[in-house]
């Protein structure tokens, strides 16, 4: 539930005035991967940064499959006139920014 809320599929705050866009990786019938494009227009006007940014970025072990889904996002960024990346952001700085590489087979702590 808090994953929906925090790619905006949930009411959620951060999205009164942002957007989110998410993508799918599909290989053979199966999902391999997924991103989130996301435009913080509290970001571009705070910062006077017209950057966008990508998030809640998975996928196999693949560079093929990595590349595509940054591409998607910065085709999608793109379409709203963005044309500058930065992340891993879930979805903000004020959130929980990176993203886990390995680890993958132990619980998380805190």
């Given amino acids: 539930m808090d994953q929906e809320e925090m790619v905006g599929y949930r009411k959620h705050p951060f999205y009164e005035r942002n ?7 599909w290989r053979d019938g ?3 991967g997924r991103v ?3 435009l913080n227009h509290d970001h571009i006007e705070y910062h006077a940064d017209r950057r966008g940014f990508f998030g809640f970025l998975e996928c196999v072990e693949d ?3 990595a590349n595509a889904l940054l591409d998607t996002v ?8 963005i044309h500058a990346l930065r992340g ?4 903000g700085f004020n959130y929980v920014p990176g993203m886990l590489i390995e680890g993958f087979d132990s619980p998380p702590r805190s």
């Fill in 74 to 81: 910065k085709a999608w960024l793109a379409q709203q006139d």
């Fill in 63 to 65: 560079q093929e499959t």
């Fill in 36 to 38: 989130a494009a996301i």
């Fill in 19 to 25: 957007r989110a866009q998410t993508f799918l990786a």
């Fill in 30 to 32: 199966e999902v391999c």
């Fill in 88 to 91: 891993p952001m879930n979805p």
